[in-house]
């Protein structure tokens, strides 16, 4: 199985830009369709982009399309997810997630579609 590692969270302003990583072991990345899922307290997970095997495709949550922009370097088992226009709505503890089904990006949308969790890192922008 692999294990996933998040990265790069921290404490920005409104308009700030982040790189979140998420470093894999275990297992090669490419074996692994991946996505990014962000949680506050008292609400559920939500899903925020994900990416398939190659990397060539990629599908965003409404909210974050046109800021956010995940990818994937599988020479470095790592998943990115790159962060612009930051607002404070987009504070929060953010996962990425692998899982090992074969749909397509835009139907793998739910928590329960993935197997494989890191542990989390907080992204705050404050106003």
């Known amino acids: 199985q692999v294990q996933l590692v998040e990265s790069g969270g921290g404490l920005v302003q409104a308009g700030a830009s982040l790189r979140l990583s998420c470093a894999a072991s275990?297992?090669?990345?490419?074996?692994?369709?991946m996505g990014w899922f962000r949680q506050t307290p008292g609400k559920e997970r939500e899903f925020v982009a994900a990416?398939?095997?190659?990397?060539?495709?990629?599908f965003y949550e409404d909210s974050v399309k046109g800021r956010f922009t995940i990818s994937r370097d599988n020479a470095k088992n790592t998943l990115y997810l790159q962060m612009n226009s930051l607002k404070p709505e987009d504070t929060a503890v953010y996962y990425c997630a692998a899982r090992t089904t074969y749909v397509e990006v835009r139907s793998a949308l739910a928590p329960n579609d993935y197997r494989y969790w890191g542990q989390g890192t907080q992204v705050t922008v404050s106003a």
């Open positions: 275990g297992r090669t990345l490419s074996s692994y369709a």
């Open positions: 990416i398939n095997r190659s990397g060539g495709v990629t």
